[in-house]
């Protein structure tokens, strides 16, 4: 009875195993589908024009994969080193009775839908950013605060947990040694939080990368590759959630969608880059 | 009154009423201590699990005060100065007292940065400097040979026992005058426990250790002095082989035959 229980648990859990990769497989080849018609009529070439024009039946997708990467870049240029602060403050700096409360709202900023983000970051952050930097206001910089903003909250929270797991003893036998808090922090407990932390960023990253709403208040979806960092620009979320509606031709629709594919396809290759390169690194011989 | 040995040899440290509080406790946890911690010897320290001894040896490098709200009274005398004052260095005191803990400790970097990690903290940064105190402590620490054709590797590939004579390296190669060890057996198969007896005895030498143990053979093969606490009290300090053989106070008499504890 209890073998036969073992072998149910293991055919449940393994289904349900199976069932992600399925449907991971079963978007990948809706997108593919889709997107068949507008790869046979636009080719790679798709992935290099800079002119998107659906009335003259034009589509380059390289200002939106620019925008997509130089926002997402922006963004954890900006967020990273902020998160990291914050976790290291909640977790080794800060007296006790701001621990609990700094983390909770930290933990409640990170359950903030994107919507509200970018509503706030239209109506009250905009003005701020046309005053100081000139410009429109929206455009590539605001986007990137905007989800800087989005992700730190998420980001320090679980930075802060990784951190949290360093052994008092560890951290006792640094100080013992006559370690400041600045030591400690930089040779003990980044170093021992250090798969954590990068796990933490691949997920912000992954969440600022696909982010939606946030960044299609702020950023202006003008399909042109910015000269300045003020400049209007889209990416390629903002592109796909603001033309399905109006996309009436039969290849301005299949490029949308080839338009997604290519959303997936640098998604996938920039986490699986990111995890094999600092992942891997910390389990070789430290040199 | 507990009863305390007058020792003759000079002394490394000269505690003198000390009393401990922890944080959010009403009465101290270490009460009216006074002892002498002879140079070049070792003294243990014995008794039942909360008696205090861990607490008494913590304080000596001032451990309690990584923790808000612990206080401390009376004096520990060290190199003629009272180290529970207010402007101590800790910093400059835990490179003079150094602290061995109840499980390896080794640092999340190499086996060379390990050990060279004190000697940075200090400001030491030519190289053939660090290369040559690292492999000098490595060596007093007896694991030279199986530690000098990888010293570029991460030191948790090290075994447990392995790990425990780098934490050791890494505390000596500072060149405390005193050592502090916490259960540094606890985690320890007999074995390598016994390479790390032999080799608190060879430090002697060198350094004037106090360690912690739960282990009352342990204290009785590696130590010149014994002191037994029971809750918070120092009952006895006395040689060895006296405390062990012919205690004066019938509470360490007790302990030692077995009779609580």
């Known amino acids: 009875m209890n073998r036969f229980l073992d072998r149910f648990f293991h055919l449940s859990t393994l289904s349900i195993a199976l069932l992600t990769l399925l449907v991971t497989g079963a978007i990948f080849g809706v997108l593919l589908d889709e997107a068949k018609p507008a790869m046979d009529a636009l080719g790679l070439s798709f992935l290099i024009d800079t002119k998107w024009a659906p009335n003259l039946e034009k589509f380059g997708a390289l200002p939106a994969i620019v925008g997509s990467i130089l926002s997402t870049a922006l963004a954890m240029f900006i967020a990273v080193p902020l998160a990291i602060g914050v976790s290291i403050f909640l977790s080794e700096i800060s007296p006790q009775i701001f621990k609990t409360p700094v983390g909770v709202s930290i933990e409640l900023l990170a359950a903030i839908p994107s919507v509200v983000y970018g509503m706030w970051g239209l109506f009250y952050f905009v003005p701020i950013i046309r005053d100081l930097f000139g410009g429109l206001g929206i455009g590539l910089l605001t986007a990137g605060i905007v989800l800087a903003i989005m992700i730190l909250p998420f980001m320090a929270a679980v930075t802060r947990d990784a951190m949290n797991t360093t052994p008092d003893i560890l951290k006792e036998s640094a100080y013992a040694l006559g370690g400041t808090k600045w030591d400690v922090v930089k040779d003990v407990v980044i170093p021992y939080a250090k798969a954590g932390i990068i796990g933490a960023a691949i997920l912000a990253l992954g969440r600022a990368i696909g982010e939606t709403m946030a960044v299609t208040f702020v950023m202006g979806n003008v399909h042109k590759i910015p000269s300045l960092i003020t400049d209007p620009a889209t990416s390629i979320p903002v592109a796909l959630a603001n033309e399905f509606t109006e996309a009436d031709g039969a290849l301005y629709f299949s490029s949308l969608f080839y338009l997604a594919l290519v959303l997936f396809v640098i998604s996938f290759v920039i986490i699986a880059f990111a995890k094999y390169a600092f992942l891997n690194r910390g389990k070789r011989a430290v040199s | ?35 002498p911690i002879a140079k070049n010897r070792v003294t243990a320290l014995i008794g039942p699990s909360g008696c205090g001894k861990t607490t008494l040896l913590r304080s000596f490098n001032r451990m309690h005060d990584l923790y808000p709200g612990n206080s401390y ?128 005895i060879e430090l002697k030498e060198k350094v004037s250790i106090l360690i912690v143990t739960h282990n009352m053979q342990q204290a009785a093969r590696v130590s010149d002095y014994t002191g037994f606490m029971y809750l918070g009290d120092l009952i006895e300090l006395g040689r060895t082989e006296d405390l062990f053989v012919t205690p004066c106070e019938k509470l360490t008499e007790e302990y030692i035959t077995g009779k609580f504890g």
């Open chain 2, 73 to 200: 009274a009376g004096e520990i005398l060290f190199e003629g100065r009272n180290i529970l004052q207010e402007k101590e260095d800790m910093i400059k005191l835990r490179t003079q007292i150094g602290m061995i803990f109840q499980k390896p400790t080794a640092f999340p970097m190499s086996i060379f940065d390990n050990v060279a990690y004190g000697l940075r903290l200090k400001g030491i940064k030519n190289k053939s400097e660090l290369a040559d105190r690292v492999e000098k402590a490595l060596k007093d620490a007896a694991i030279w040979k199986e530690t000098s054709a990888r010293l570029k590797h991460d030191a948790n590939g090290l075994s447990g026992g392995q790990q425990q004579r780098l934490c050791i390296a890494r505390a000596i190669a500072v060149e405390p005058e005193v050592l502090l060890f916490d259960e540094p057996t606890s985690a320890l198969d007999p074995i390598s426990t016994q390479g790390i007896e032999r080799l608190i």
């Open chain 2, 1 to 35: 009154m507990p009863t305390i040995i007058d020792i003759t040899e000079d002394k490394a440290i000269e505690v003198k009423n000390f009393e401990f509080t922890y944080a959010g406790s009403d009465e101290p946890n270490l009460k009216n201590i006074s002892m």
